[in-house]
C-alpha cells in the first residue's frame, strides 16, 4: 500500500528548513503506519542501514518499506519484499539533465514529447524507486536501468521488477516491486 501526504509550505520558511519539514513529516508517517498496521513502536534506534544504506528495521526482515518526500508531499510505500518508492513535483528543468540519466531510447521519448517536464519526471522517478527498490542508491549508473512508456505501460529491462505510476495534481510517483510482491502488486495510493 502507498500513502500519501501533501504538505503545505509555511511561510517565510527557508529551503533547507522545508526540506527538514518534508523529511520530519515522511519519518512521523512511517511511525504512524508502523503502529497502526502492524503494531511496532517504532523508534529511531530500531531503524538501522543495509549494506547498501537502505534503511530497514532491525528483527523485522519481513516488514519492508520505503519513503519518499519532495517539495509539497511525503509518501511511505509497504511490501512483502524490497520496494522503491519515489516522488517528485513537476517543474520545468534543463532538458540537457536528461542525457546524463537517460538511455538513447529513452532521449528519443522525451524528444517526441509534448510535455518534456512531466514526461521526464516519470522516467527519473521510475528509476529512482528501481534503485531504491535494489538499496543501490544514486550511485548506481541511472543508464543502466531503460523504461519504454507507451500510455500507462510501463516496461523496464529490470524483468524481475514491476513498476506502477500515479499522477495527481502535479506531482508523479513511481514504485517499484518485486514481480511476486502480491502485497505490492495489489497495491493502492490512501491519502492521509
Not at 509518501?75 to 519515489?86: E, Q
Given at each position: 500500500m502507498i500513502y500519501i501526504k501533501e504538505i503545505e509550505k509555511p511561510e517565510n520558511i527557508a529551503r533547507p528548513d522545508y526540506a527538514k519539514l518534508q523529511s520530519f513529516i515522511a519519518h512521523t508517517m512511517l511511525k504512524s503506519l508502523m503502529s497502526k498496521l502492524y503494531g511496532i513502536d517504532l523508534t529511531d534506534s530500531m531503524i538501522d542501514s543495509d549494506a547498501h544504506g537502505k534503511p530497514c528495521i532491525i528483527g523485522k526482515n519481513a516488514i519492508h518499506f520505503n519513503i519518499s518526500h519532495c517539495?509539497?508531499?511525503?509518501?511511505?510505500?509497504?511490501?512483502?519484499?524490497?520496494?522503491?518508492?519515489?516522488?517528485?513535483?513537476?517543474?520545468?528543468?534543463?532538458?540537457?539533465l536528461a542525457e546524463y540519466v537517460c538511455t538513447s531510447s529513452e532521449l528519443e521519448f522525451l524528444s517526441r514529447s509534448n510535455n518534456f517536464s512531466?514526461?521526464?519526471?516519470?522516467?527519473?522517478?521510475?528509476?529512482?524507486?528501481?534503485?531504491?527498490?535494489?538499496?543501490?542508491?544514486?550511485?548506481y549508473?541511472?543508464?543502466?536501468?531503460?523504461?519504454c512508456i507507451k500510455g500507462d505501460k510501463i516496461e523496464c529491462n529490470k524483468k524481475e521488477f514491476i513498476f506502477s505510476q500515479y499522477n495527481f495534481k502535479d506531482f508523479v510517483l513511481s514504485l517499484c516491486y518485486y514481480a511476486d510482491d502480491e502485497k505490492a502488486k495489489n497495491a493502492g495510493c490512501v491519502f492521509i
Open positions: 517539495d509539497g508531499a511525503a509518501v511511505v510505500a509497504f511490501g512483502n519484499k524490497p520496494i522503491g518508492v519515489d516522488i517528485e513535483r513537476i517543474r520545468c528543468i534543463k532538458p540537457s512531466e514526461d521526464f519526471f516519470r522516467l527519473w522517478t521510475l528509476k529512482e524507486s528501481y534503485v531504491k527498490a535494489t538499496g543501490e542508491g544514486l550511485s549508473p541511472f543508464k543502466n536501468v531503460e523504461f
